[in-house]
């Protein structure tokens, strides 16, 4: 996979303070990039050095092969960025918001009018195309944002805080869309601190903290790294001697009795085939079989707890 | 460093995009409205003051722009403070009004440098301007040849015309400055109250303050004073002090302009006026030569005040 953004020891400094301390790391052609963590640890800073819009104090970077300190126009035009809280003009329809972007890019009248067609269509505001945008809900304006970033054919799509104040329902619709850039080979870059709402769709993940990246790697990677190898396998069943003989299953090290007639399975592999035809050789019945999938907030939450503070607090209380 | 491309890129965008904001908005149309109607009854007093007083003047027509008939001023002295507050109106929420839209990053994203962005606005408040100061000044012209049946000479038009590019220059002053404290301030009202008090402060209080000062630094001497004359030292520092302020250069080059028979702007000794006809007027070129310092300084210090925010703009921060 060739990488269309790689940042090396990029560093950002205000004076004394440091916003982003020293950190690396590539986005790959087609793939969703998160960069997590509580708000000040420095993700906004990152996406706004990646888009030459503010200064990068040392280190490097490469937005599909353009310097964005130097090349910042050449950067741009290949980029589409959604800022935190998008705004737009008000008093201008939704449409026209669009063209007036689509005149800066420099499309040409009859292109302008095509691609802002479709990527409104895309987005679901075709009817809404003439209407004010003060009008809009908070929902809309992020999918608008979402189809500027699709009329200018971006090749990466660079979030920021895409689903942050989105009702679930709204948020499934983001999280639709976004997924539908990757299926077109678009890049993207989330920073979120809905770290649940992001599992769910990003290829990596980055753990920002304090300036710094953490941790980094895909969910279930990080997983097994912080909250140690294995699977837990959850079992709600009745039968006789059942805790027995799921012990008995070849790779389960331990089962705790949960609560009446509900197990759970510590394993090195997925064991819950096994599990099943226990419980049925046991003419047992079966009612709930799951697999615990590692959740990042738990694999921040546990990562973190050594150096408790009230940044990261708050970050997984937004989560939760 | 080196930038790619040009620093105007998106410029024209901007501007025409701004233009139609201010064209279309209630905010110009309300002063638009004001500024017609208060020059309507100033014209109106300065007629009629003129068909009672005067018998013959070569300049008939330019007793039209500075006559006045109490209680009104004359349509200079209003132009003179409606200008700037039409100016302010027009800038003092530029730009942290995109700020508090949350359209600065998103724009700024696209590919354009900020250098267009600031260029744009400026450019699109000073035509704003120019398309009202030029509408009022055909209505005045129009007006004129409808009430008093007198044909303008083309000295009159000439002279006229100037007056009308210096009030365009004055204009750019205050916008510039709205636009400097817009980038200063975040927050719209901030802006307008301070811009609106430097306004006060430089009309109204600065020029009796200069008097003060003046005479504080160097005391009127009492020989002069029992010949009922300025002392000269006072009078001269008293001038430099005023001249500080941008309305009263302002002030001074109309005198300059729509009085041809001014020769000097500023006190004169009796040598000087020997040989002189007094009362006769001096040419257009002349006179422009006279206001020649106040106009270029009002042309410097639009410059001065717009490359101060410019460089602000540069290095701020675009995050909300």
């Known amino acids: 996979m060739d990488a269309v953004i790689e940042a090396t020891d990029l560093t950002k400094t205000y004076g004394e303070s440091v916003a982003v301390d020293r950190i690396s790391f590539t986005v790959g052609r087609g793939e969703i990039f998160g960069l997590l963590g509580p708000n000040g640890a420095g993700k906004t800073t990152t996406i706004l050095m990646l888009l030459g819009l503010t200064d990068i104090s040392s280190g490097q970077v490469h937005v599909l092969g353009f310097d964005p300190a130097r090349q910042p126009l050449s950067v741009k035009r290949r980029v589409g960025y959604l800022p935190d809280t998008v705004g737009f003009y008000d008093q201008l329809t939704a449409a026209d918001n669009l063209r007036y972007t689509a005149r800066l890019i420099g499309f040409r009248f009859a292109e302008r009018e095509k691609r802002i067609a479709d990527a409104l269509d895309r987005v679901g505001l075709s009817e809404f195309a003439e209407k004010r945008v003060s009008t809009f809900s908070r929902g809309m304006r992020q999918r608008l944002g979402l189809a500027e970033i699709l009329m200018k054919g971006a090749q990466i799509a660079i979030l920021d805080e895409p689903t942050s104040g989105l009702d679930p329902h709204a948020t499934a619709e983001l999280l639709g869309i976004i997924r539908g850039f990757k299926a077109e080979g678009v890049s993207v870059l989330l920073s979120s601190h809905l770290l649940e709402r992001v599992q769910s769709v990003c290829d990596r993940v980055a753990l920002f903290n304090a300036g710094r990246i953490a941790l980094m790697g895909s969910v279930a990677d990080l997983g097994r790294e912080v909250l140690g190898g294995g699977y837990v396998v959850d079992i709600e069943a009745d039968g006789a001697g059942l805790a027995e003989r799921l012990a008995l299953i070849p790779g389960v090290s331990g089962v705790e009795i949960t609560g009446l007639g509900k197990f759970r399975l510590h394993a090195d592999r997925d064991v819950r085939p096994e599990a099943a035809a226990e419980v049925v050789a046991s003419h047992g019945r079966l009612k709930y079989l799951g697999v615990q999938e590692p959740s990042l907030e738990a694999i921040y939450t546990r990562y973190f707890d050594a150096a408790p503070d009230p940044e990261l607090k708050e970050g997984s209380r937004h989560a939760a | ?320």
């Open chain 2, 1 to 320: 460093m080196q930038r790619e491309g040009s620093a105007f890129q998106g410029l024209g965008v901007v501007m025409l995009k701004e233009l139609s904001d201010h064209l279309t908005s209630v905010r110009m149309r309300v002063l638009e409205w004001l500024v017609v109607l208060v020059a309507l009854a100033a014209l109106y007093g300065a007629i009629q003051e003129i068909k009672d007083t005067t018998a013959e003047d070569p300049f008939l027509f330019l007793r039209l722009f500075t006559t006045s008939r109490d209680p009104l001023p004359s349509f200079v002295s209003f132009l003179s403070f409606l200008v700037p507050l039409m100016a302010i109106g027009l800038g003092f929420d530029s730009v942290n009004g995109e700020h508090n839209r949350r359209t600065l990053s998103r724009v700024l994203s696209q590919p354009i440098y900020r250098d267009a962005l600031l260029f744009g606005k400026f450019l699109a408040g000073l035509v704003t301007l120019s398309i009202s100061l030029i509408t009022l000044w055909l209505l005045v012209i129009g007006l004129g040849l409808l009430m008093m049946g007198i044909p303008p000479g083309a000295e009159e038009i000439a002279r006229s015309f100037v007056f009308l590019l210096v009030t365009i220059v004055y204009a750019g002053v205050w916008l510039a400055l709205a636009l400097l404290f817009s980038i200063m301030f975040r927050s719209a009202a901030t802006a307008a109250l301070i811009t609106l008090g430097i306004w006060l402060l430089v009309t109204f209080i600065w020029p009796v303050l200069a008097g003060a000062i003046a005479q504080i630094i160097v005391p009127p001497d009492p020989r002069y004073a029992a010949l009922g004359l300025q002392t000269p030292g006072t009078a001269v520092l008293e001038q430099v002090l005023a001249r500080l302020s941008p309305s009263t250069l302002f002030a001074e080059t109309v005198v300059a302009l729509l009085d041809p028979t001014t020769r000097a702007l500023g006190p004169i000794y009796l040598s000087q006026l020997q040989g002189a006809v007094l009362g006769a007027p001096l040419p257009l070129g002349e006179s422009v030569l006279i206001a020649w310092p106040q106009i270029v300084g009002m042309i410097a210090t639009a410059i001065v005040l717009f490359v101060i925010g410019y460089v602000i703009f540069q290095r701020q921060e675009v995050r909300a």
